[in-house]
């Protein structure tokens, strides 16, 4: 019976879905997945001169701030050693070749998108990223280090 509750107690401190992340202060910063729309407004023909990865089972993702109407892209996968990776912001996308620009001018090649519910180990890297950036405890994104 405790083991029961003890993984119930688990399951209900993970995140399911992007939403799940920011728990406070969500009136400063929500997050929410980039849309087709949002995908095209991005479009740049990008020439791959600084490849820095291809991600698999991705994602393009938005940190909205209502107070200064600002939206910031990110995108998160999985690698090519399988683990998960966050980019800087995303300024511009090939919707034709699957490509995204850094604001650090790198490359990611987007081999797959995911679909549905996002892998967890996804999630919780944006946990990670959120406090490996001092963000974390301020939205109560779940502590994750590595």
Excluded at 46 to 71: C, D, H, M, W
Excluded at 113 to 121: H, I
């Amino acid at each position: 019976m405790e083991k029961d509750n003890l993984n119930d107690t688990l399951e209900a401190l993970l995140p399911k879905e992007l939403d799940d992340i920011i728990t406070q202060n969500r009136h400063i910063m929500q997050l929410e997945y980039a849309s087709a729309e949002d995908l095209a407004k991005m479009h740049k023909d990008i020439p791959v001169t600084n490849l820095r990865g291809v991600l698999t089972q991705a994602f393009v993702y938005k940190r909205i701030v209502p107070s200064k109407n600002a939206e910031v892209f990110c995108l998160v996968g999985f690698n090519s050693d399988q683990e998960a990776f966050h980019t800087s912001q995303v300024v511009a996308y090939d919707n034709v070749n699957n490509v995204a620009l850094t604001a650090s001018g790198s490359h990611y090649v987007v081999e797959s998108f995911k679909t549905g519910a996002p892998d967890l180990l996804l999630l919780l890297h944006i946990c990670y990223m959120f406090h490996r950036d001092g963000i974390g405890n301020y939205f109560g994104a779940r502590p994750v280090t590595y």
